[in-house]
């Protein structure tokens, strides 16, 4: 399952998958738009989820705070 959500002039993509348990495992990329074309990073969340709701919640509230603290005022090297 992926979810797509503008934020701040980047867009947050959250990625799902279903784990053997019936848990949730979320990854997200934030990609940045420019005249350039798409830059895109990308980023695993280490904890599971009982359900895709709070998987998608988690991973965008992750999104909104890596853009928050790395991206704002120009593009920032990460590690995730």
């Known amino acids: 399952m992926k979810k797509r959500e503008g ?3 980047y867009v ?3 990625r799902l998958s279903e784990l053997k348990d019936g848990g949730f495992s979320a990854e997200f990329s934030i990609e940045e738009h420019d005249e350039d074309g798409i830059m895109e990073t990308e980023f695993y969340l280490p904890d599971t989820f ?3 709701e709070s998987a998608i919640e ?3 509230q992750a999104g909104r705070q890596k853009i928050d603290v790395e991206f704002e005022g120009g593009r920032a090297v990460v590690n995730g």
Do not use: L, N, W
Request: proline share 8%; no cysteine; hydrophobic share 40%.
């Open 7 to 9: 934020y701040k002039g």
């Open 12 to 14: 947050i993509e959250v």
């Open 50 to 52: 009982p359900s895709q």
């Open 58 to 60: 988690a991973a965008i």
